[in-house]
């Protein structure tokens, strides 16, 4: 039994990431495909597709690279963890590496990364850390 499904996705991703994979498939979840679409969105990942399927549905994350091979996502790393959870309001939302990264937050109007919750005046639980 897995635990913790969104720490199971970034892991997912690292790993690919560092055997410089295409391409790579996680189990889907409307919170992991929220997660994607933020990736995709921020430019950290080239695109995701939801591939439908028994039992379960994946999402095919497809991977972004440099022209000459270096790595778009440097680390992730997750904040918020189901022993102890990390929230945030928008006012204490602090920009990683002056701007270069970025911090995916759950939010109630949805997944959003830390950019856009400054704009939108919301907070919420720190899902991850990307630079």
Do not use: W
Request: net charge positive; hydrophobic share 35%; charged share 25%.
């Amino acid at each position: 039994m897995m635990t913790d499904p969104i720490a199971d996705m970034l892991t997912r991703i690292r790993n690919a990431n560092a055997i410089h994979n295409k391409t790579v498939r996680i189990p889907a979840s409307r919170l992991k495909v929220g997660l994607a679409e933020v990736l995709r969105t921020e430019g950290f990942i080239a695109g995701y597709e939801v591939v439908e399927g028994k039992p379960q549905s994946n999402i095919r994350v497809t991977l972004k690279y440099g022209p000459e091979g270096e790595h778009v996502i440097r680390s992730i790393d997750r904040v918020s963890k189901p022993g102890c959870r990390v929230y945030s309001s928008a006012k204490e939302l602090r920009p990683v590496l002056r701007g270069l990264g970025i911090q995916i937050l759950s939010t109630p109007q949805g997944v959003l990364s830390d950019r856009k919750a400054r704009e939108l005046n919301v907070g919420g639980e720190i899902l991850c850390r990307l630079t």
